[in-house]
């Protein structure tokens, strides 16, 4: 036994267009996209040049998106409101690497990693002279868990930040 539920639109109780369905088929959830406070974020630091031989949490001072203030200035991190997968972004200019310079994604205080590979979730830059890294991830994460960014310097050389924004992160909801 079939059955067809026939429906151009779902509203909210409060009258609100929860759903539309266009006769092409294709689904619209309106509130997903006008809804301000969901989880996104760009944030960076532009008073810092971070370098530390020591594994350390590295830390921003501006918020140019907030979104719900699910990040949590206080304590450099993005805290998820709800359970789902998020897309982080984080990148920064390095200069005069001698020896190495490493950055990992934290979850929940620990290094981020997956089943096939310890160090998954790290970039690892060595140069002499100026070079922006870039490091990705899509995280499923429940809700009150948190992501952090921690680095190292393995000699000379820092993650620049004293102007001009040149480090910075970035996260929101993919749902």
């Not at 020896?99 to 994604?105: A, C, D, E």
Request: glycine share 8%; proline share 3%; with cysteine.
């Amino acid at each position: 036994m079939t059955s067809t539920i026939k429906v151009q639109n779902i509203k909210h109780t409060n009258d609100t267009a929860a759903m539309t369905v266009a006769t092409d088929g294709k689904v619209n959830f309106p509130q997903i996209i006008t809804n301000p406070s969901i989880p996104c974020f760009h944030v960076y630091n532009d008073s810092t040049n971070f370098t530390s031989t020591s594994l350390a949490k590295w830390g921003v001072n501006e918020a140019i998106v907030n979104n719900g203030n699910y990040f949590d200035l206080g304590n450099d991190r993005f805290v998820a409101p709800v359970a789902g997968h998020y897309y982080m972004a984080w990148s920064a200019l390095f200069r005069n690497v001698t020896s190495g310079f490493r950055v990992w994604w934290y979850k929940n205080g620990s290094i981020y990693t997956n089943p096939s590979d310890t160090a998954a979730s790290d970039i690892y830059v060595n140069i002499s002279g100026q070079i922006m890294a870039t490091m990705t991830g899509v995280f499923n994460l429940s809700a009150s868990e948190y992501i952090e960014v921690y680095y190292q310097s393995l000699g000379a050389g820092d993650i620049y930040g004293d102007d001009n924004t040149h480090n910075g992160w970035t996260g929101h909801l993919l749902g």
